[in-house]
């Protein structure tokens, strides 16, 4: 009954997301169940490595009740944390959404790896120079798909790379940005064990230099 009611509320999330792609709690259901086997995966590398280690120990959360947004306001848009907040702000979302409890995990470790994975896509955002209309959605998780091999962007990929190139004609962006994208998350270093909050003050930049991060070319994500 477990693995047919999983298939059930997955066939139908992908259904939901396909008319609606804003539907963002029904993405968060299908990588809960499908993922479990890469976030068991993920967490054996991030307890083998010190960082990682770290944070799972501690377990911050980009959440208005662990990180001073206002504080990040005041910071210039060429730092990490500025570039960070200016992305929230000028796109009208907030971290908190990310940052909501799992629904269909039940071990605490996972689950808070998850809840980072989420929170931490809008930092990655930032990194890529990306915003956030449906198409550029697909393009980050191609961007996923080169760091973690999670089936939730392998979908996402899939079958946003299909609506968007039928209905919006974005063949052209998707063919070049898709590749790009998933060869700078590839090429990058592993990010999923990043502690962000320690480094929001330094310049953009050089962030990027330190984990071999390029912002995605422009002219193909109009």
Do not use: C
């Amino acid at each position: 009954m477990g693995l047919a009611r999983d298939s059930f509320l997955v066939g139908r999330a992908v259904v939901r997301v396909l008319g609606d792609s804003g539907k963002t709690s029904e993405i968060h259901r299908v990588e809960e169940i499908t993922g479990r086997p890469a976030y068991r995966r993920l967490l054996a590398e991030m307890k083998s490595d010190p960082v990682g280690g770290r944070l799972l120990d501690e377990r911050p959360e980009l959440s208005s009740e662990m990180v001073d947004y206002e504080a990040l306001r005041r910071l210039p848009a060429t730092t990490l944390g500025g570039a960070y907040v200016r992305h929230l702000d000028d796109n009208k979302i907030t971290a908190d959404y990310q940052a909501a409890l799992t629904r269909h995990v039940e071990d605490e470790e996972m689950a808070y790896l998850m809840r980072r994975f989420r929170q931490t896509h809008d930092v990655w955002h930032a990194l890529l120079a990306l915003g956030i209309t449906g198409h550029e959605e697909v393009v980050i998780h191609a961007f996923s798909w080169g760091q973690l091999r999670l089936p939730v962007s392998a979908l996402v990929v899939t079958l946003g790379s299909i609506k968007h190139i039928v209905l919006e004609r974005r063949w052209g962006a998707l063919r070049h940005s898709l590749r790009e994208a998933y060869e700078v998350g590839r090429d990058a270093a592993p990010l999923l064990k990043v502690i962000w909050e320690e480094q929001w003050d330094q310049p953009l930049a050089e962030v990027r230099e330190r984990y071999h991060v390029r912002p995605l070319e422009r002219r193909w994500l109009q």
